[in-house]
């Protein structure tokens, strides 16, 4: 399949480590953020997301953090496995309708 | 259930002639995205269409590119005199409602223009 991202910012995990992945957002006014996962030849795929009112949500595996005042967010993944390689992008919708992704970040774990 | 739904999955064509991309969004949902993504890129926002209202068309990157969703389901991009540089994964997105909903992805329709 098609190989998405070959000149992406990479992170390499340790199989069973935590990672961090970072990003950082545009527009002061974005109110809703969301973190896809992407694997070779297939579209991106919904992993979390979170509201402007919020700092921290969390999912299975996975806890999304939110620092408004410098416009940063983060994914976090507990326990990484190796069906977890693959690019990460984060998005910001901008009010309305519009939905902007991130460069993406390509994770490698390494059994 | 069915998910976003593209074709074709691959497309060859040369330079010059046009191509017509389909997606068929999730049931019930009202918006419908469409993005382009280059190797080693990131996505792209081309067109969204909401409802009934006019469309965005603001990320399309030139009068050569269209696309239109019939009864508010099905939706078809087209790129007319294609050029090399068109050359992407074409990916079409749906969901619920537009704003506050995380869009689901169809996996993309792969061009190449040679």
């Known amino acids: 399949g098609e190989s998405v991202g070959l000149h992406l910012p990479t992170l390499s995990v340790q199989e069973g480590d935590n990672s961090i992945i970072n990003c950082a957002y545009s527009?002061?006014?974005?109110?809703?953020f969301i973190w896809y996962k992407q694997e070779s030849g297939k579209g991106p795929q919904f992993i979390i997301d979170?509201?402007?009112?919020?700092d921290k949500r969390q999912g299975q595996r996975v806890t999304v953090l939110l620092n408004k005042t410098v416009k940063h967010l983060s994914l976090q993944i507990a326990a990484t496995q190796p069906g977890d390689s693959a690019v990460y992008f984060c998005a910001e919708n901008t009010g309305g309708f519009k939905t902007i992704f991130g460069a993406g970040t390509r994770l490698f774990v390494k059994a | 259930g069915a998910g976003v739904s593209q074709s074709p999955s691959n497309k060859v064509t040369e330079k010059g002639k046009d191509v017509e991309l389909r997606c068929d969004p999730i049931?019930?949902?009202?918006?419908l995205y469409w993005y382009r993504q280059s190797l080693g890129q990131g996505l792209e926002f081309l067109i969204y269409f909401q409802g009934n209202s006019a469309p965005d068309k603001s990320g399309l990157p030139s009068d050569r590119f269209s696309a239109e969703r019939t009864g508010g389901s099905v939706s078809t991009l087209t790129i007319q005199r294609t050029q090399q540089e068109d050359s992407a994964v074409y990916l079409c997105a749906s969901s619920e409602q537009g704003f506050n909903s995380p869009l689901h992805f169809g996996n993309g329709t792969r061009l190449t223009v040679t």
């Open positions: 527009n002061s006014a974005s109110d809703y």
């Open positions: 049931s019930g949902h009202t918006a």
């Open positions: 979170i509201r402007s009112n919020m």
